[in-house]
Structures are given as C-alpha cells and as structure tokens.
C-alpha cells in the first residue's frame, strides 16, 4: 500500500502499509528511533513516508518473516486469513521483543544502563560535558602550579648560588685576618722577647752603673785597698 501523498504517518498507518501489528511497530521505534526519521507533535509520533520501507526492513532483519501479509486485491481473502496473518506476526514479533527485552535488561543489570539502547539522556550528556570542563580548569591549574612551582625553583637556586657566593667571599676574608692575626701575634711575640732581652740588658748596665759610682764615692785609700 502506498502511503498518501503528502502525509505524515502515524503508527496505524505504518502497520496497515507494512502488515505489522501497531504493538510491533510501536516496540521497533522504541528499540531503534535513532534508526527512523520521526517527529512527535502533542503524544503522537508522526513519521516521514520512508519510515514503512524502514520498518519493514527492520522487522526482516530481526525475525525474517515477521510481517502479516498485505491485505490481497484477490478474491476469496477474507478476514479469517488476514486476522490469522496478524495473529502469527504479533506472536512472532512478541516473542522477538520478549527476547530483546530480556537482553535489554541483561546488558541494563550488567552495565547499570538506565536509558534506551541507542540513546543517551540529556544529564548524562551535560554531566559529562560539566566533568569535562572540571577537568580542562583542573589542568589548566595544574599547569599554572607547575610553571609557578619551575619558577620558584629557579628563584630559590639563583638565590642559593648567590649565598654561597657571599659565603665563599666572607671565607676568604676571614682566611685573610686569621693570617693577620697570625702574623701580628708573631710580631708581639718576637716584641715581647726583644722587649725582655732589653730589660735584662738595661737591668745589667743599670746594675753595672751603679756599681761603679759606688766604687767612685770611695776614697782614694779605700779603693786602693779594694785593687
């Protein structure tokens, strides 16, 4: 049956041109609506003309010859034949969907999946792109911490390599008192003995001296007498 020119389809629509139950059709758009181009106005999904061809090689996909057969221009196919076609499709399809179903909630129990296959929710979408820019800022201050971190390192060693500069300087000035030290401690002491060596000779002259005018205070007869 060709779709009616310049239409959308609605679910009833698409199962009478593709002899699938509206239950089937309904669980193959939930199971692939990012498959089928389709809009919803008000809760009516409405889909484009393409949309049975889809349908349709959707349901061979999934189960062969799952479609009831299209309702016959011949003579002599009546009701009863048309409601068995259906009756056998709708059984086929519900034991496919039973089937997928219980994958669904296999894969749902295993992984923690809440949404329908094939779809993502809006807050995991904007959860994910939340925790993404999280991280972007995250880097972006571990970057910054890092290139200050390298900079204070290179402070901190230019300021080491300056004190051990000053230490080193202040080293050496100290070598060179020390040995002034050293050599004015030297000087005293060669002072001090020639100091002493003059004591002793001024105290021998002195005694020398004082002997002599000793001597001279004698008289003349005394000091003869001394000879």
Do not use: C
């Not at 698409?14 to 509206?22: H, N, Q, R």
């Not at 009701?79 to 086929?92: C, I």
């Not at 329908?116 to 939340?130: E, H």
């Amino acid at each position: 049956m060709k779709p009616p020119a310049g239409k959308r389809l609605k679910t009833a629509d698409i199962a009478e041109m593709t002899g699938i139950p509206e239950e089937g059709i309904r669980d193959i758009a939930r199971r692939h609506g990012n498959r089928i181009p389709s809009q919803k106005v008000g809760r009516i999904q409405i889909y484009d003309e393409k949309a049975a061809g889809i349908f349709t090689a959707i349901a061979d996909e999934e189960g062969g010859e799952q479609r009831s057969p299209s309702p016959s221009k011949e003579e002599g196919a009546g009701p009863a034949v048309e409601e068995k076609g259906k009756n056998v499709a709708l059984s086929r399809l519900s034991s496919i969907s039973k089937t997928r179903e219980e994958k669904e909630k296999t894969a749902k129990a295993t992984t923690g999946q809440t949404y329908p296959a094939g779809r993502l929710p809006t807050q995991l979408i904007n959860t994910v792109a939340m925790q993404g820019q999280q991280f972007s800022r995250f880097a972006d201050r571990l970057t910054a911490l890092e290139v200050a971190a390298t900079a204070d390192r290179e402070a901190s060693k230019e300021r080491i390599e300056r004190l051990e500069r000053q230490v080193a300087a202040l080293q050496e000035q100290m070598e060179a008192v020390d040995s002034w030290i050293e050599h004015v401690d030297h000087r005293l002491d060669a002072g001090d003995i020639r100091t002493k060596e003059l004591a002793e000779d001024t105290q021998t002259w002195t005694e020398y001296v004082r002997h002599e005018l000793a001597y001279l205070r004698l008289s003349w007869w005394k000091r003869r007498q001394q000879k």
